[in-house]
């Protein structure tokens, strides 16, 4: 199965209660990745990795927004944190719907769609 790649992850302070979203992190076009902070009092953990990147430890090194899904990824392997947590809220895509053409086979009866054996 292929590994879902993020989109969108958001960062929530969860030092507040009810926990409020205070940053988030999106995929653009161009394939890198852009900063929002939703909250007034800003969120310097998010401002960091914008700004230095996140730290990998295989290989060791930084993973910088220029990565991509790559930096989403890394954050979302991030060690989880005491007042923040890290959410990946990339939207499901629904699925398409079901199209019959004049070349789709009909599904047999059964749960799997297999036709009944024949009968003696």
């Known amino acids: 199965m292929a590994e879902c790649t993020p989109t969108l992850v958001a960062i929530y302070d969860v030092g507040y209660s009810p926990e409020r979203r205070v940053a988030e992190f999106r995929l653009v ?3 890198g990745v852009t900063l929002t902070v ?7 953990i998010a401002e960091r990795w914008y700004e230095r990147g996140v730290k990998a430890f295989d ?3 930084r993973i910088t927004p220029d990565e991509g899904p790559s930096f989403l990824r890394a954050l979302l392997d991030a060690p989880e944190m005491s007042y923040y947590r890290v959410v990946d809220e990339t939207p499901v895509e629904p699925k398409r719907p079901c199209v019959h053409t004049p070349w789709s086979a009909l599904l047999a009866p059964g749960s799997d769609g ?3 054996p024949p009968s003696r």
């Open 29 to 31: 076009p161009g394939g």
């Open 38 to 44: 939703t909250d007034r009092d800003g969120c310097p």
């Open 114 to 116: 297999a036709a009944p």
């Open 59 to 61: 290989p060791p090194g």
